[in-house]
């Protein structure tokens, strides 16, 4: 008799999440910041405008891959063949909560501020006149309205540009009844327009571009009724396909890819609540979209761009109380970087601590005639100019400077290709990584002749050369002079520039080679160690968590004994605390005034503790399709350190965390609502914040 086939194994059992569904659930977390009370109104308002951002990107880069699971069946109807059903669902529910967000809580909010956002209908002779002058002199001469007929088709709408469908009465002026106009809103023009105090009755009154526009449509089409009119707004299959194999020179194929980038399929229609169902069916049609891709809003169809207000208010009391990290601690002033580094590394913990000092490392490295050669990878450098400024000074000076430019990094590929250009055209090294990955390890090299000796000296990160940025996003710099760890990173940096094989390295480990494997065998090994009845921990602290190999290895560590606590601020498709099977993994996401960005590691065995700094999120791609790099702290009182600030305190944050449930839901922890609450964040803030020098006495 043939015996029964065994059950799965229990890790195999359990039904992961959707990652989708979990990236929307991060956003309903970000949205929580635009509810809470205690949080200022313009800040309020800022966090809105993330959601919708984040939201944008969302349909920009995930949407296409569910598009093809629609099969439209008849007008204004679809059969959905796959659950994405259940996703477009939560991705309007969301919308929903946004509106009624900015409608019936921030829109009063500020108004008991004094600060207005005024429609046609509540103004006042004046100021309708003001508007209409700026129309007239502003908005009109950059607008051209296309009549649809076989001569004028339907226009190129660009992704997220603003633009409006009117419905005409009546004829044109070559007699034919042509009724259906686009007018297409040039990008320059500013969504947000402060009136002025004549006409503001003291008060802080702004006009919403379309407001003005809607207002004069009537302006625009000379001897024809405007009828039934609907702003409108297209976002656009945004992600970028080069075959890398078959292109001979990646950069110029790029920037040709980046003018067509605007025209990719359309994903989703935005149009006002107001908008007839003709109009929309009619748009919908337009564009290829199915029913559910269509999103009727009660407000202006574009809420990024009010961010804009936040510029043009002046009311402190309105924001976040400025905060200024201190400069790094650990770095001594006055004291050369390299005589530092020879006797210990240095961690800075951004923003707490300002990314100034690796930005004066690169300038003293760039001024120092002892310097013969510096590596920099470049991925999102934004546009601030202060790191580039210093590359190029440093070819100037004679330097030897190689740049590996990610041209891939997504949505920052035009800045590369101009950065890459200008370094490129003054003698700088510039190379482009590896085909078919993309190079998202943070790494920077400087090689000093000191006397007989050439020394090598590191930065390494979790988070971008981004100065902007590095005020905004939590990270961790590790700048050392290990001659294990810099030595890795110099192979790696020949490795990335010349492609011969890497060979075995020291203390890192890099993707897509040996970070994938390493980090599953630490895991097991502590799963079978728990399973001799050894205790095992494992915190980890990273954006996304994604891959299904290493979420299996975590969840069979948990079977076995080992407590298992992630910090994961996005998408985690674990879930976690689900009886019989996760039952000793905890999952948390800390959601605060900054983003959460660094990713840290840490395994314990007994006694034995290891803390792993990397670039990498533990997601299917970052370990497979990228170059990333992962680094051990071996510095004792930086490992302590670490471990104190990026995983205690996030563990035991009652202010700002959220607890990731057994069927993927989140829950704020208990006394998130009380404002005294322990909040990590802030108590980083408090520990690093630069202090006022204390006022004199008066005698």
Same mark, same amino acid.
């Given at each position: 008799?043939?015996?029964?086939?065994?059950?799965?194994?229990?890790?195999?059992?359990?039904?992961?999440?959707?990652?989708?569904?979990?990236?929307?659930?991060?956003?309903?977390?970000?949205?929580?910041?635009?509810?809470?009370?205690?949080?200022?109104?313009?800040?309020?308002?800022?966090?809105?405008?993330?959601?919708?951002?984040?939201?944008?990107?969302?349909?920009?880069?995930?949407?296409?891959?569910?598009?093809?699971?629609?099969?439209?069946?008849?007008?204004?109807?679809?059969?959905?063949?796959?659950?994405?059903?259940?996703?477009?669902?939560?991705?309007?529910?969301?919308?929903?909560?946004?509106?009624?967000?900015?409608?019936?809580?921030?829109?009063?909010?500020?108004?008991?501020?004094?600060?207005?956002?005024?429609?046609?209908?509540?103004?006042?002779?004046?100021?309708?006149?003001?508007?209409?002058?700026?129309?007239?002199?502003?908005?009109?001469?950059?607008?051209?309205?296309?009549?649809?007929?076989?001569?004028?088709?339907?226009?190129?709408?660009?992704?997220?540009?603003?633009?409006?469908?009117?419905?005409?009465?009546?004829?044109?002026?070559?007699?034919?009844?042509?009724?259906?106009?686009?007018?297409?809103?040039?990008?320059?023009?500013?969504?947000?327009?402060?009136?002025?105090?004549?006409?503001?009755?003291?008060?802080?009154?702004?006009?919403?571009?379309?407001?003005?526009?809607?207002?004069?449509?009537?302006?625009?089409?000379?001897?024809?009724?405007?009828?039934?009119?609907?702003?409108?707004?297209?976002?656009?299959?945004?992600?970028?396909?080069?075959?890398?194999?078959?292109?001979?020179?990646?950069?110029?194929?790029?920037?040709?890819?980046?003018?067509?980038?605007?025209?990719?399929?359309?994903?989703?229609?935005?149009?006002?609540?107001?908008?007839?169902?003709?109009?929309?069916?009619?748009?919908?049609?337009?564009?290829?979209?199915?029913?559910?891709?269509?999103?009727?809003?009660?407000?202006?169809?574009?809420?990024?761009?009010?961010?804009?207000?936040?510029?043009?208010?002046?009311?402190?009391?309105?924001?976040?109380?400025?905060?200024?990290?201190?400069?790094?601690?650990?770095?001594?002033?006055?004291?050369?970087?390299?005589?530092?580094?020879?006797?210990?590394?240095?961690?800075?913990?951004?923003?707490?601590?300002?990314?100034?000092?690796?930005?004066?490392?690169?300038?003293?490295?760039?001024?120092?005639?002892?310097?013969?050669?510096?590596?920099?990878?470049?991925?999102?450098?934004?546009?601030?100019?202060?790191?580039?400024?210093?590359?190029?000074?440093?070819?100037?000076?004679? *330097?030897?400077?190689?740049?590996?430019?990610?041209?891939?990094?997504?949505?920052?590929?035009?800045?590369?290709?101009?950065?890459?250009?200008?370094?490129?055209?003054?003698?700088?090294?510039?190379?482009?990584?590896?085909?078919?990955? *993309?190079?998202?390890?943070?790494?920077?090299?400087?090689?000093?002749?000191?006397?007989?000796?050439?020394?090598?000296?590191?930065?390494?990160?979790?988070?971008?050369?981004?100065?902007?940025?590095?005020?905004?996003?939590?990270?961790?710099?590790?700048?050392?002079?290990?001659?294990?760890?810099?030595?890795?990173?110099?192979?790696?940096?020949?490795?990335?520039?010349?492609?011969?094989?890497?060979?075995?390295?020291?203390?890192?480990?890099?993707?897509?080679?040996?970070?994938?494997?390493?980090?599953?065998?630490?895991?097991?090994?502590?799963?079978?160690?728990?399973?001799?009845?050894?205790?095992?921990?494992?915190?980890?602290?990273?954006?996304?968590?994604?891959?299904?190999?290493?979420?299996?290895?975590?969840?069979?560590?948990?079977?076995?004994?080992?407590?298992?606590?992630?910090?994961?601020?996005?998408?985690?498709?674990?879930?976690?605390?689900?009886?019989?099977?996760?039952?000793?993994?905890?999952?948390?996401?800390?959601?605060?005034?900054?983003?959460?960005?660094?990713?840290?590691?840490?395994?314990?065995?007994?006694?034995?503790?290891?803390?792993?700094?990397?670039?990498?999120?533990?997601?299917?791609?970052?370990?497979?399709?990228?170059?990333?790099?992962?680094?051990?702290?071996?510095?004792?009182?930086?490992?302590?350190?670490?471990?104190?600030?990026?995983?205690?305190?996030?563990?035991?944050?009652?202010?700002?965390?959220?607890?990731?449930?057994?069927?993927?839901?989140?829950?704020?922890?208990?006394?998130?609502?009380?404002?005294?609450?322990?909040?990590?964040?802030?108590?980083?803030?408090?520990?690093?914040?630069? *202090?006022?020098?204390? *006022?004199?006495?008066?005698?």
């Amino acid at each position: 008799m043939l015996n029964a086939p065994s059950a799965a194994p229990a890790h195999h059992r359990l039904r992961l999440l959707d990652r989708d569904h979990s990236i929307l659930a991060f956003n309903e977390r970000v949205l929580d910041w635009a509810r809470r009370p205690d949080v200022p109104a313009l800040e309020r308002l800022r966090y809105l405008c993330i959601v919708s951002s984040n939201l944008d990107e969302f349909f920009e880069v995930r949407a296409a891959l569910h598009m093809a699971h629609v099969v439209a069946d008849g007008p204004g109807r679809e059969r959905a063949v796959n659950p994405v059903a259940a996703l477009w669902a939560k991705a309007h529910g969301l919308v929903e909560r946004q509106y009624a967000l900015y409608n019936n809580e921030l829109l009063p909010t500020l108004a008991r501020h004094h600060i207005h956002i005024v429609s046609h209908g509540e103004r006042s002779v004046a100021q309708r006149r003001w508007v209409k002058e700026y129309f007239e002199r502003e908005v009109r001469p950059l607008l051209i309205p296309v009549g649809l007929d076989p001569a004028h088709p339907f226009p190129q709408v660009a992704n997220k540009s603003l633009n409006f469908i009117v419905q005409l009465g009546g004829k044109d002026a070559f007699g034919r009844q042509n009724d259906i106009a686009i007018v297409k809103v040039p990008r320059v023009l500013p969504r947000v327009i402060r009136m002025p105090a004549k006409v503001s009755d003291g008060k802080t009154l702004f006009v919403l571009l379309s407001s003005v526009i809607r207002a004069h449509l009537q302006d625009l089409f000379s001897g024809r009724e405007v009828g039934q009119f609907s702003q409108f707004r297209v976002t656009r299959n945004s992600d970028l396909a080069v075959d890398e194999e078959d292109v001979r020179n990646l950069r110029t194929a790029l920037r040709l890819g980046l003018a067509h980038r605007h025209y990719g399929q359309a994903v989703r229609l935005e149009v006002s609540a107001s908008c007839s169902d003709h109009l929309a069916g009619l748009l919908l049609a337009q564009f290829g979209l199915p029913h559910d891709a269509q999103y009727r809003v009660p407000g202006p169809v574009n809420l990024v761009r009010l961010q804009q207000l936040l510029d043009l208010i002046d009311e402190p009391s309105l924001l976040f109380a400025p905060f200024e990290g201190c400069y790094p601690r650990q770095i001594l002033p006055g004291q050369s970087f390299f005589d530092q580094l020879r006797v210990r590394d240095i961690a800075i913990h951004q923003p707490f601590e300002s990314f100034e000092g690796v930005i004066d490392f690169l300038r003293e490295a760039v001024a120092d005639p002892q310097v013969l050669a510096i590596k920099q990878t470049i991925y999102r450098t934004g546009s601030d100019p202060v790191m580039m400024d210093l590359l190029r000074e440093a070819v100037r000076t004679g *330097k030897e400077v190689t740049a590996v430019v990610e041209l891939k990094a997504r949505f920052d590929e035009e800045t590369n290709i101009n950065w890459a250009e200008q370094l490129e055209s003054i003698g700088a090294q510039v190379v482009y990584g590896v085909v078919g990955l *993309k190079t998202h390890a943070k790494m920077l090299l400087v090689t000093r002749r000191e006397g007989r000796r050439l020394v090598r000296y590191a930065h390494v990160s979790t988070g971008n050369y981004n100065p902007r940025t590095s005020r905004l996003y939590t990270d961790l710099s590790y700048l050392t002079a290990d001659p294990l760890l810099t030595s890795d990173i110099d192979n790696l940096f020949v490795h990335l520039a010349s492609q011969v094989r890497l060979p075995r390295l020291n203390l890192a480990w890099t993707a897509p080679f040996h970070l994938h494997r390493k980090l599953i065998e630490r895991i097991d090994a502590l799963s079978d160690a728990a399973a001799r009845g050894e205790e095992g921990r494992i915190v980890l602290k990273m954006n996304a968590l994604t891959d299904e190999p290493m979420i299996r290895a975590l969840v069979r560590a948990g079977q076995h004994g080992v407590k298992i606590d992630l910090i994961v601020r996005g998408a985690c498709v674990l879930p976690a605390r689900v009886p019989g099977l996760t039952d000793n993994i905890r999952v948390r996401s800390v959601i605060g005034r900054f983003l959460e960005h660094s990713r840290v590691f840490y395994f314990r065995q007994g006694d034995s503790e290891e803390v792993y700094l990397s670039s990498a999120d533990w997601m299917n791609r970052n370990m497979l399709r990228r170059v990333e790099l992962a680094w051990p702290v071996t510095d004792p009182h930086i490992r302590r350190r670490i471990i104190d600030e990026c995983l205690v305190a996030y563990l035991h944050d009652r202010r700002d965390a959220w607890e990731l449930m057994p069927d993927g839901s989140y829950e704020r922890v208990p006394g998130a609502d009380d404002p005294s609450s322990h909040g990590a964040q802030n108590a980083l803030m408090d520990r690093y914040a630069v *202090k006022a020098p204390p *006022k004199a006495r008066r005698t």
